[in-house]
């Protein structure tokens, strides 16, 4: 059983397992001095990744030599990236360079595009970006041979659910969403973005509360870095735009994908306001569930400029 796939494990496991489980990580980071989010502004994707990364004791702590490391950008649009309804290209192709410079043995940039599966990473920019790393491997998922069934333990609405074999079969998984609006989970961040590593997606739309399903899948696929960047966003008429966009400057780095997506709200005013844990109820549903937490204000946020 890989790393990833012990803490993935460990991470579906809810109630006073959980607790046990994540209060030792919490405070042995804490020892450290690590804060609990990083927030980084400035201009270059590239420069932003690495003083994030660098803030959160840098890329060996989460990558260790010889690991398969997936990468989950947005990028199942087939858009430019100026729409901002993708991942900056350069912000993914940063962190492979650093998970790559921490040695892990693989890097694999996945995805599961919703249209245009040949023509996604080319029009957002993400093929042009990763040709300097040829080391990078891209796999876009594409029929149920992708996906391996996973129990949903505690999961409210979803109770199983079919999981890209190549995020369970990693060491290490890195999300890395686009901070962008939503027109039926009002925004998409770290906890939405992994609905690109399942096969049915229509069944949240379809057969449950949609704001439940994400909060349970946040049980499900627990990533150990989260960086939502924010360099760009797209404002309105989320997910695939074009809509109103704004330039941000901002990438928001986390060890707690339910507290970096809290934290994130507060970078843009997505659907022309700014929203609150109730307007994004996946979000707030998480932090109630105990997937991670929602009261950022008490969290050691540490601001950079770059």
């Known amino acids: 059983m890989s790393r ?56 060996g702590r989460f990558v260790r030599k010889g690991d398969h490391v997936v990468l989950k950008p947005n990028a199942a649009f087939a858009n430019p990236p100026d729409w901002a309804c993708t991942t900056h290209p350069a912000t993914v192709a940063a962190v492979a360079k650093l998970c790559l410079e921490a040695g892990a043995k693989s890097v694999t940039v996945v995805e599961y595009p919703q249209a245009k599966a040949d023509k996604c990473l080319d029009r957002c920019g993400l093929t042009a970006a990763l040709a300097a790393l040829p080391e990078v491997k891209i796999k876009l998922l594409a029929g149920k041979a992708d996906f391996k069934k996973r129990q949903v333990k505690g999961g409210k609405v979803l109770k199983e659910v079919e999981v890209a074999k190549a995020v369970l079969s990693a060491d290490v998984l890195i999300n890395l969403p686009a901070a962008k609006a939503h027109n039926e989970t009002g925004v998409s961040l770290g906890l939405k973005n992994a609905m690109g590593l399942i096969y049915d997606r229509k069944v949240f739309h379809t ?100």
């Open 4 to 59: 990833w796939h012990r803490r993935q494990f460990l991470g579906i496991s809810v109630g006073s397992l959980a607790v046990a489980v994540l209060t030792p990580w919490r405070k042995l980071w804490a020892a450290q001095a690590h804060p609990d989010l990083v927030d980084v502004s400035g201009s270059d994707p590239a420069t932003m990744v690495q003083a994030a990364v660098k803030a959160l004791g840098g890329m």
């Open 207 to 306: 057969m449950f509360d949609l704001h439940q399903g994400v909060a349970d899948l946040g049980k499900a696929i627990v990533p150990q870095l989260t960086i939502v960047d924010a360099t760009r966003a797209l404002l309105t008429n989320g997910p695939a735009g074009p809509g109103e966009t704004a330039t941000p400057g901002r990438m928001v780095a986390g060890t707690d994908v339910v507290a970096v997506d809290a934290y994130a709200l507060r970078v843009a005013r997505f659907n022309n306001r700014q929203m609150t844990l109730a307007d994004a109820r996946h979000i707030q549903l998480a932090g109630q569930d105990g997937v991670g937490r929602t009261d950022v204000d008490a969290l050691k946020v540490h601001t950079v400029k770059v």
